[in-house]
């Protein structure tokens, strides 16, 4: 049985031999794997681009105080990026899987219609869910566009939930039952109490008032660096101002309404640091 | 004969647009045949979650030539133009052309034999233009070509007359074979003729009609239902959207354990058939059960793996749905309320508490308006939109309301109050749906969103429908037409800003500025029901009311259709053209001389009269006086001179003229129509 490192190295090994340069994680909070500068300031020029990382994730209002067996406001998403996005890219994709222990002929791999977007980051792409035995597993897309901006040529983008595909592949029922190595040290020794802990700051204690500041601030820091043009700084505030936004929606601060209103926000300074990203290019 | 086959095959296709694609197919491979006079015996079109087929019998192998006429330039046309028709010809002069008289005109035309031509060759030219020509609701590229499609493809099997027609498409050349069920090994096999190709699919494990499919899920499932003795619960478009998602329907069943249904059946019902596409069943006394169904791409003698994955599945979504519903009871959405204080609505229109307090007041003024009592639930309305508070909408919130209403049911409110929070958010209402509440809440919260909206914004621009506003806008025209709400919106917005006004929420727009979007939304809608334009326009009114706006239109529709109508339209068009701006002057009756403008004049007071008392319905009601009215209205025109030489009779005359027009126009606008 392969261990939550196993599946990670082995992931990593495939894509790698396919081409993949593997980069780091970047240090800073995000809610999916897509944030990250290696995605978003990459995808949008016109060179080859292949590579593959692992990102920790922070989603506050997926938290469930490590009482729900598979939701985590903090989980790990591997990501493979490849532009041009290749002919073949279902079929490496179902390979990667046969390199983890699943079989697309004994298990039931759907590629569920999923015009995935992020409309924080401007970006859509088309592509699908994909499903191992009624389980969402990865994310399949191609890259259409981002902060507004037409990716030319497209690029392939397949996210891993690590966590999920762990639980199916080790045949458990909680993500807190993983074995991470062979130790016998499982996810939850790793885990569970940070769910706990961080369950009550997202949802109880993250302080309003200093999230509604923050939020500002980062924007204002954004229009600024922006002006300057500095592209790359301007960003880290969109990646900032983005987790402050998340973590006033878990704080349940935001309404349906005014949800759309600052993602809007955020979204027209990614667009304009894309634009400025695609200009120096 | 011969034969065409064009398949397109290659990455998942989602199952809406399979239909979008085989309708196209089938519209401009037909207009191909048609436009090039080719003459054929079937068109048929496939889809699957693979592959778009396009397949056409009885086929010539060419289209044999013919003399034509090919119209030119008029003869007395410029010589650029002449000189043009020539070169396109490739003639050198006039020598060559004939003259023709069409229409009273004379022109150049030049007789010529087509060439013999190969249909293959046309086929050959058109069929990549067809290709770049779909229209998709969204498509997309794939690696660096500008090809647009609805997934990347991977082989293009084009084939005429069981010859490879060579073709190219977003980047790939057509081939002369093709692969089977891809979850069977993706066989690939040559094209020989069609039937062979029907037969190598099935023995490859295409089904390649989607009737057969789901036929296929109908058996399997039927036989189940027998056997444990239960009844599906239709969902058609669940049925189309599962048929559509494989080559070859699997179909495998489970049963959860009893323990969940503590959750209630709405929110199971979304879990299994929305969010994970399963089939679910119900007893014969109608209550749902444990037993669900899904389709799966492969086939597996031990299925244990495939249910056992699924069943996981919905066991952490039941989970999660039953963690949230527990939540939510011990808090319930009497104490929840003031969470709304904290919740923003929109950027600078106050909390979602705010709009609470409003919609509780406007639910009360239409209420008084209406002449109807809500005293028996008034205290809960403020809990109305509490749900958005609340842990299950946060993670499912397309159940807003159904969610409030639960809680609400939970809490002993009024089986009418849970009802309409449940229902609020409905675009619209069945004919047998007769639960008031939930009409006027349903407006009420719509009205307050669109006036949240315009807080902060002064118009609403571009393509979609990011806040829901416009459908919003249509929803609330709609209820009040079929549910019979007679509702003036121009009193409405006065009293609904004013809520807005006293939070200190500072509401800009005017009524003039809602109008103009609300009557764009109506006469949209009006003229999808089949009204004419001006008829549309003549119908609205100023308070701009729905209802009485569907009346007005279906009556004047009446009036312009009748011979009565059609003879005062036109009696009524001779008012208006001698209509003029006069000063505004009361008639003086002793100026009146002769007696077809005494009757003129009579008439004034009389329409006004009977106007004031039916509040603008006297003409509507009372078509038998329209030729009455006629005749008034004609025989002064055939006996009186307006222009008469004397200044006063002449000034009295057409202030005459200009008030009948005034209460005839000012309450019906028939000036708007075309007649």
């Known amino acids: 049985m392969l261990t939550f490192q196993e599946i990670i190295d082995n992931l990593n090994t495939y894509w790698k031999k396919k081409g993949c340069i593997q980069i780091q994680s970047y240090d800073m909070e995000m809610g999916a794997a897509t944030f990250h500068p290696a995605t978003v300031l990459r995808v949008i020029n016109e060179k080859p681009w292949s590579a593959i990382f692992l990102q920790p994730c922070r989603r506050p209002s997926d938290g469930r105080y490590g009482e729900n067996p598979n939701r985590l406001q903090h989980y790990y998403q591997l990501q493979v990026l490849i532009k041009p996005s290749p002919s073949d890219s279902q079929e490496m994709y179902l390979e990667s899987l046969r390199s983890i222990n699943i079989d697309k002929n004994l298990n039931d791999i759907k590629f569920i219609e999923d015009d ?52 199916f592949v080790q045949n458990i029922d909680s993500v807190y039952k993983i074995k991470v190595n062979d130790s016998g040290l499982t996810y939850g020794d790793l885990y569970l109490e940070n769910e706990k802990q961080m369950s009550f700051f997202n949802f109880k204690l993250a302080s309003k008032n200093h999230l509604y500041n923050s939020f500002k601030y980062h924007e204002e820091s954004a229009k600024t660096l922006i002006e300057n043009k500095l592209p790359i700084p301007a960003y880290e505030q969109c990646i900032k101002a983005s987790h402050s936004f998340n973590l006033l929606d878990s704080r349940g601060l935001v309404s349906v309404s005014e949800r759309q209103a600052y993602i809007l926000r955020i979204r027209s300074l990614v667009q304009s640091c894309c634009k400025l990203v695609k200009k120096n290019v | 004969m011969s034969d065409f086959i064009l398949e397109i095959y290659g990455e998942e296709i989602p199952s809406s647009a399979q239909s979008l694609i085989e309708n196209q197919f089938k519209r401009l491979f037909s207009q191909i045949l048609e436009d090039n006079e080719i003459k054929y015996k079937d068109l048929l079109t496939f889809s699957t ?109 084009c084939i005429f007359n069981n010859k490879l027609l060579k073709i190219k498409f977003a980047n790939l050349d057509s081939n002369n074979f093709t692969f089977g069920n891809y979850h069977f090994e993706e066989k690939k096999f040559q094209y020989s003729n069609y039937l062979n190709y029907r037969e190598k699919l099935k023995k490859t494990f295409v089904m390649l009609e989607r009737s057969t499919r789901q036929k296929h899920i109908l058996k399997k499932i039927d036989a189940f239902c027998k056997k444990n003795n239960l009844k599906l619960i239709n969902d058609s478009s669940l049925l189309k959207r599962i048929s559509n998602s494989v080559e070859f329907p699997n179909v495998y069943f489970g049963s959860f354990d009893n323990k969940f249904f503590k ?69 319930g959405l009497i104490n929840r309320v003031n969470q709304l204080k904290e919740i923003v609505f929109y950027e600078q229109a106050g909390s979602l508490y705010d709009r609470a307090k409003r ?24 809990y109305a939109n509490t749900d958005l508070a609340s842990e299950l909408v946060k993670e499912f919130p397309t159940l807003q309301g159904k969610v409030g209403g639960f809680l609400a049911n939970f809490e002993n409110f009024p089986k009418t109050v849970s009802q309409a929070f449940s229902d609020q958010y409905e675009y619209e209402f069945s004919k047998s749906y007769d639960n008031f509440l939930t009409f006027i809440l ?13 807080v902060t914004k002064e118009s609403l621009t571009g393509a979609g429908d990011p806040f829901g506003i416009r459908r919003s806008t249509l929803s609330i025209i709609k209820i009040c037409i079929d549910k019979k709400i007679n509702l003036n919106f121009s009193e409405l917005f006065d009293f609904h800003k004013n809520l807005y006004l006293v939070q200190n929420i500072n509401l800009k727009i005017e009524f003039s500025f809602l109008f103009d979007f609300f009557q764009k939304r109506i006469v949209n809608l009006f003229k999808e029901m089949g009204f004419r334009n001006d008829i549309i326009l003549a119908s609205i009114d ?30 009524f068009k001779r008012l208006n053209s001698l209509n003029e701006k006069v000063e505004d002057k009361s008639v003086e009756v002793s100026l009146l001389k002769k007696e077809e403008e005494k009757n003129f004049y009579n008439l004034i007071d009389y329409i006004k009269k009977n106007i004031d008392e039916s509040k603008h319905d006297f003409i509507f009601e009372n078509f038998n006086y329209l030729s009455q009215l006629s005749e008034t209205i004609n025989n002064f025109f055939d006996n009186v001179i307006v222009n008469d030489d004397n200044l006063k009779i002449r000034t009295n005359r057409k202030i005459l003229i200009n008030k009948l027009h005034q209460v005839l126009n000012d309450n019906y606008r028939f000036s708007l129509l075309e007649i």
């Open chain 1, 116 to 167: 995935w977007e992020s409309p924080t980051l401007g970006a859509t792409g088309l592509g699908w869910e994909v499903q191992c035995n009624g389980m969402e597993i990865s994310q399949f897309t191609y890259f259409q566009q981002i902060g507004g901006i037409d990716v030319n040529p497209v690029c392939l983008e397949i996210t891993y939930g690590l966590e999920r595909i762990a639980t």
């Open chain 2, 49 to 157: 979650s693979r592959r778009v087929v396009v397949y056409v019998n009885g086929l010539n192998n060419y289209i044999n030539s013919k003399e034509v006429e090919v119209r030119g330039p008029q003869v007395d046309a410029s010589q650029m133009a002449i000189q043009g028709f020539l070169k396109s010809n490739n003639l050198e002069n006039i020598n060559k052309l004939e003259t023709k008289i069409i229409k009273d005109k004379s022109y150049f035309v030049l007789k010529k034999k087509t060439k013999k031509q190969n249909i293959s060759d046309i086929l050959k030219t058109e069929t990549p233009k067809i290709l770049q020509s779909i229209k998709w609701v969204k498509s997309m590229r794939w690696g660096n070509h500008n090809d647009r499609w609805i997934r990347p493809i991977k082989n293009i099997l």
């Open chain 2, 263 to 331: 959750i209630p059946e709405f929110l199971l019902k979304n879990i299994m058939s929305d969010k994970q596409d399963y089939f679910i069943f119900k007893e014969k006394n109608n209550k749902l059960t444990n037993f669900f169904g899904f389709v799966s791409g492969i086939k597996v003698k031990k299925h244990n793996k495939l249910v056992e994955g699924n069943l996981n599945v919905l066991k952490a979504r039941f989970s999660d749905a039953a963690f949230f519903i527990n939540e939510d009871k011990k808090k």
């Open chain 2, 359 to 382: 919609i509780k007041n406007v639910i009360k003024f239409i209420y008084e308006k209406l002449g109807k009592k809500d005293d028996q639930f008034e205290n809960f309305l403020i």
């Open chain 2, 442 to 454: 349903s407006i009420s919260q719509k009205f307050d969103s669109i006036l949240g909206y315009f």
């Open chain 2, 542 to 571: 100023k308070e701009f009311n729905p209802y009485a706006i569907i009346i007005r239109a279906k009556k004047m529709t009446e009036l312009y259709n009748s011979k009565d109508g059609k003879n005062f339209l036109k009696a």
